[in-house]
């Protein structure tokens, strides 16, 4: 598996390397060029998690205002949920950039995509992170077959803990600021996560 979630890194570094990113628009350019990468390098793309890997009513994220784990009515739909010869190898979200993050607080913007993690780190508090992030934190979770309230109570800075299986967890965006990475590096390291940006500002 790390062999080809190596692979899917460097096709995507190479694919978004290519693209040229323009505001709000990088999502929608990014994910069809993304998937079609992969999919010609022989990988099977299920394109919003279609087959359903990650399953319903189960919780993703908690509220950054109230620390809340927010309830999931419906399911969450992984962008991409990448196969090959019908083995799970990554899961992948793309986002435009990451501009809801903040060092301190909370955007205000409607809608906006910060939260914090279900999962706790070594020392008891949550990881800032982001919707996307978070998504595929969860289902690699829960594809342990292992219960909402045992990721609620899971304190730990290790990948071993946080993605038992060691899924490739790759987060694609258009562009990226220091500060985003910053803000972004615990949870990445804690679930053994790669982030790529076809900008990385600085």
């Not at 299986?165 to 562009?175: D, F, K, Q, S």
Request: net charge positive.
């Amino acid at each position: 598996m790390k062999r080809d979630v190596s692979e899917i890194v460097g096709l995507i570094q190479e694919c978004v390397s290519k693209i040229a990113i323009d505001g709000k628009r990088g999502q929608r350019v990014l994910q069809p060029q993304i998937a079609q990468v992969l999919t010609a390098a022989g990988y099977d793309v299920d394109v919003e998690d279609k087959l359903g890997f990650f399953p319903p009513a189960l919780a993703a994220w908690r509220d950054k205002s109230s620390g809340a784990v927010v309830a999931t009515l419906g399911r969450r739909r992984i962008d991409f949920v990448v196969r090959k010869a019908k083995s799970l190898v990554a899961l992948v979200e793309v986002e435009p950039d990451l501009n809801d993050l903040r060092e301190h607080g909370v955007s205000k913007r409607s809608g906006h995509y910060d939260v914090f993690s279900v999962a706790r780190r070594a020392d008891g508090a949550w990881f800032d992170s982001y919707k996307s992030l978070e998504r595929m934190a969860s289902a690699a979770w829960y594809a342990t077959g292992r219960s909402q309230e045992a990721l609620e109570h899971l304190g730990s800075d290790s990948s071993q803990d946080h993605n038992p299986l060691g899924i490739g967890l790759i987060l694609a965006t258009g562009t990226s600021r220091a500060s985003d990475r910053r803000i972004l590096d615990p949870r990445l390291h804690a679930l053994g996560a790669c982030l790529v940006s076809a900008m990385a500002r600085g």
